[in-house]
Structure formats: structure tokens, C-alpha cells
């Protein structure tokens, strides 16, 4: 008995979406940027290396806010593949295979539909895994929707149990959540496109503030000079690094808009 738990927690691989662990490289990475970003904001409004040092600690901040940002994206992507590994599974169901083969059928069509091992089909993988491993199958899709933390996997999977317990009609549950998965998307992109035009004039209005400023350095140092030279400049231009991160992240909240 334990000899075959322990083939189990080997055969599954399961992954919790809302949690990211770095490489050594992808850290790297993250940490030059972080430190690059740190530099330039200590010269501009401090000129100081003492004022570097102290920024130092908020690379944690930046760590954070990137993880937040990976796995968002990964979490649409991972939608916009699930949307495709149901659609693959329901023609298999179409073709007359049973659910179980053809969440079989769907891992070989997605391993040739992407040109990479994709999130979705490592899922389907893990859900055929457990099949074999005597696991039932809507609990195996209802795990993987809890490890997701996507509200339309999650409601796939309540209504996917509920129809295997009951004997509900299979094809019809994946049409109806293709048609909310689609239609959902559908009206990301649409926003997506109005805004579009919104969030590069925010990118382009970010960056203005601070290389008008690195100009006004550059060529007349001696206007800024007093800005760096005393308390009560350098607590002017804390208050603009304040307002301006303030405005930035404001900024970034309106232009997205979660479906």
C-alpha cells in the first residue's frame, strides 16, 4: 500500500498557479533589472549613492510585484490553453471515445498543436496519470481546477463532476464551457484593442517625467543643483518620487481591466 502511494506522489506532478519559484537565471535577471531600475532612481532625484543603499531593500517590492506579474500572464495563458485542450477533448468525445481516452487522445494533439510542453497539456498528462493510477477523474480535473485558480476551470470542473456522477451529457458540458471560455476571451480582446491605444500613451507619460528631468542634469546641472544640495530639496524631490510612483501605479489600475 505504501509502496504504491509512493508510485503515486512520484507519477503526479502537481503545481499551485498562484505561486512562481524563479530559476537561478530568471533571479538573475529580475535582480539586474531591479538594481538598474534602484540606480537610475537614486541619480535622478538624489544624486546619491547613500540614497541607492537605502533603495536597496524595495528590490523585494520589485521582486514581488514581477512573481505577481508572471503569474498572471501565466494564468491567461494557462485559460487560453485550456480553452484549446477542451475543444481537442471534445472532439474526441464526438469520435465516439470514452472520456477517459479521450483526455488520452487530447495530450498527442496538443503535444502537436504546441511546439512546446505547454501548462495544459502537463495537465492533461497529470489527469491521464492518475487515471491509470485508479484515481477517478473528476477528482483529478477538480484538483487541477482548485491548483488553477481560474473561475471558469473551476466551474468546468463542478459541472464536468456533477454530469459524470449523474451521467449528464458530455459533449454538451464542453460546448457550453467553450462557449463561456470564448466568449470571455472575446471580450478581453475587445478591451484589449480599445485600450491598447490608452496604455502606450501611460508607458509613454511614465517615462516623460523622468527623462525630462535627466535632461535638465545633463544639460544644465546647475538648475537642479539646489534640489540635491540641502534637506529641503531632497525632501521636494521625495515628495515628486512619491507622487509620481503614486500616479504611475494609478495610471496602470485604470487601463487594466480584469474580465
Known sequence: MFEGDSMKKSALKYVDYNHIKFTYMQLFMECFKGICLIAVISYLFYRSVIA??????????FLKYQKTKFINERKQNLQIQFKEGITVLLSGLEAGYSIENAF???????????????????????????????????????????????????????????AKKRGGDMPAVLKSSIGTI??????????DTILSGKKLEHSIMSVVPAAILFYVNLTSPEFTEVLYSCIAGRIVMTICLIVYIISIIVGRKIVDIEI
Open 52 to 61: 541607492f543603499v537605502f533603495c536597496l531593500p524595495l528590490l523585494v517590492l
Open 104 to 162: 488520452e487522445d487530447a495530450c498527442g494533439e496538443l503535444r502537436q498543436m504546441y511546439e512546446k510542453e505547454t501548462d495544459i497539456e502537463k495537465e492533461f498528462q497529470n489527469i491521464c496519470c492518475g487515471v491509470r493510477l485508479n484515481e477517478p477523474i473528476e477528482e483529478m480535473i477538480m484538483n487541477f481546477a482548485s491548483r488553477s485558480h481560474i473561475d471558469d476551470i473551476k466551474s468546468f470542473a463542478q459541472v464536468f463532476m456533477i
Open 182 to 191: 470564448h466568449e470571455k476571451l472575446e471580450v478581453r480582446q475587445e478591451i
